[in-house]
Nanobody, 125 residues
């Protein structure tokens, strides 16, 4: 079982900032990729940002220069610092992780993906 607990969403005025957090817990061997997706009503899910275990980052074009993703490997937590927020950033933001799990007594592993339930971020126009 892998559990993700997100926090930090809310209502913020345009130009403001929010910091999202997502803590992973459960039974897994290691976390490979952590990240954030978002989905606004009527829109497809959009990749916001990801960060690897080696702290290599990727950002969607719409958030480059405004959002910063980071992770605390010791705490299995990923953060998303969102600055200069715009009304078009309004969405449900969901945490994402890709982890290795051990599947048998011989130590064979496979990767699984998990998403959190999401936290609402609202930036009024």
């Amino acid at each position: 079982q892998v559990r993700l607990v997100e926090s930090g969403g809310g209502l913020v005025q345009p130009g403001g900032s929010l910091r999202l957090s997502c803590a992973a817990s459960g039974t897994f061997d290691s976390i490979n990729i952590m990240g954030w997706y978002r989905q606004a009503p009527g829109n497809p899910r959009e990749l916001v940002a990801t960060i690897t275990s080696g702290r290599h980052t990727y950002y969607g074009d719409s958030v480059k220069g405004r959002f910063t993703i980071s992770r605390d490997n010791a705490e299995n937590t990923v953060y998303l610092q969102m600055n200069s927020l715009k009304p078009e950033d309004t969405a449900v933001y969901s945490c994402y992780i890709n982890v290795d799990i051990v599947v048998n007594v011989e130590g064979a592993r496979r990767q699984i993906d998990r998403w959190g339930q999401g936290t609402q971020v609202t930036v009024p126009s």
